[in-house]
């Protein structure tokens, strides 16, 4: 029988567990539950005979892959594999493959909770603003930027993007304005939605340059990854302009000083939280047991992300 492991150091919600448990059941395999690990040791240990790992930010680092010598396939039940050993993975014969789209609405829905908790004073009393007809710009229009799109014409917002991965045809069918520069997006836009993934390109790759651009009262909402910050640039920024906000969806690791020095100015959730909905949790895990059952019954290798 197939063993699949749910290696989750923050878990699925109990209805997405069963979600794969059911995929699971149905193709004969043996689901191994392992959440809230607390040391890679734990992890290894549960991993040395699966066949199979569904993970969520989990870091799956070399000495992970290698202990699971049965492994064939391990799926990020989510967006960003950066947090997956690729290199590892390709040299063992495994194949990694994340759920693109999956929680993509929940990251979203997410944005906006930030925004709105921001413009209103954490809900103070005192009076805040508003987010119709500011100018929203749309930082990579990938799944999540899509749904951040689509919520934001509901609030009324003006509709910016840049990405030169997408053509700007795409973008301007769905009524949002493309732009050919970073330095434009963040200079024109009150607020800038992040949706970039984290890698040697991107890592640190917003930082003072476009900050220091951005209007009066400039917000930057951050729910991909708090690596893509320069936080030495945004420190920097933070104290030269009294103005200037950030929200972030992971508290950066200068969380202490931005909160001891900037109160009103930023928005931290406690714990990574973007996909932390039920129906995120749902649609990823069971899109993650549905591809690990079609992989290894059939071959297919949709969604795989290494080589
Ligand atoms: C993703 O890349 O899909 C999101 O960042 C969600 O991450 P999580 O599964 O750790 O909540």
Request: hydrophobic content about 40%; some cysteine; overall charge negative.
């Amino acid at each position: 029988m197939k063993k699949v492991l749910v290696a989750t150091e923050k878990p699925f919600a109990p209805a997405a567990v069963q979600g794969i448990r059911e995929v699971l059941d149905k193709a004969g395999y043996e689901l191994v539950l392992l959440e809230k690990h607390t040391s890679p040791e734990e992890w290894k240990q549960a991993a040395a005979d699966v066949d199979a790992m569904i993970i969520r930010s989990d870091k799956a680092t070399a000495d992970i892959i290698g202990a699971a010598s049965r492994l064939k396939i391990i799926v990020r039940a989510g967006a960003g594999y950066d947090n997956i050993d690729l290199d590892a993975c390709t040299d063992k014969g495994v194949v990694a493959m994340n759920t693109p789209g999956q929680n993509s609405n929940a990251v979203a829905e997410l944005a906006f909770g930030m925004m709105l908790y921001h413009v209103r004073k954490g809900f103070d009393g005192t009076s805040g603003s508003e987010l119709r007809g500011k100018k929203l710009g749309i930082h990579a229009y990938g799944n999540v930027g899509k749904y951040v799109a689509e919520i934001a014409r509901g609030f009324g917002m003006d509709l910016y993007a840049f990405d030169p991965f997408v053509d700007n045809a795409v973008i301007e069918q769905d009524g949002i304005k493309p732009l050919e520069t970073e330095q434009e997006l963040y200079k024109i836009c009150d607020f800038v939605s992040l949706h970039i993934p984290s890698n040697e390109k991107t890592k640190k790759s917003i930082g003072y340059d476009l900050l220091s651009v951005m209007p009066a009262k400039g917000t930057l909402v951050n729910t991909a990854r708090k690596e893509v910050i320069d936080e030495a640039g945004l420190l920097k920024i933070m104290n030269e302009r009294d103005d200037l906000n950030y929200l972030s969806d992971v508290a950066p690791d200068c969380r202490e000083e931005i909160e001891g020095k900037y109160p009103g100015r930023f928005v931290f959730t406690a714990k990574k939280m973007g996909a932390q909905t039920a129906e995120a949790n749902i649609n990823a895990g069971i899109a993650a047991a549905t591809q690990i059952v079609n992989f290894l019954e059939k071959g297919d290798n949709s969604f795989q992300v290494n080589k």
